[in-house]
């Protein structure tokens, strides 16, 4: 009787740690696709807040920043929110900004 040789592991093992980390990959990237599309969507476009006015009652006088650093996750509208410049102001000081591509660390022009 003819001896059997045996086969090494490895001839099935590669193959499915193959298949396991293609399955990783595209379920992390699937994830992180729709946190982002979520996370833009709102009304179908850029979402845009018109702040309310200051009140004429407030004592106290503020320095108009000159210039705002975006922070992750800000959005125009939350800055000019949290600004008090209103957000026409900010998209006609920053014609060649776009509300879709902000990055943390951009610099955004409030005043002139």
């Known amino acids: ?19 396991t980390c293609a399955v990783a ?27 309310a006015a200051p009140s004429s009652t407030t004592s106290t006088v503020r320095k108009r920043r000159r210039s705002y650093t975006v922070k992750a996750g800000d959005t125009l509208s ?7 410049v209103s957000l026409q102001v900010i998209e006609r000081l ?10 943390a660390g951009q610099k955004v022009r409030l005043a002139p």
């Open 25 to 51: 990959v595209y379920a992390v990237v699937d994830h992180a696709l729709l946190a982002d599309e979520s996370s833009s969507q709102g009304t179908g476009s850029t979402q845009r807040a018109v702040p």
């Open 78 to 84: 939350a800055i000019s929110i949290k600004t008090g």
């Open 94 to 103: 920053n014609p060649k900004i776009d509300a879709q591509t902000l990055h």
């Open 1 to 19: 009787m003819a001896a059997r040789r045996r086969r090494s592991p490895a001839r099935w093992l590669a193959p499915v740690a193959l298949i």
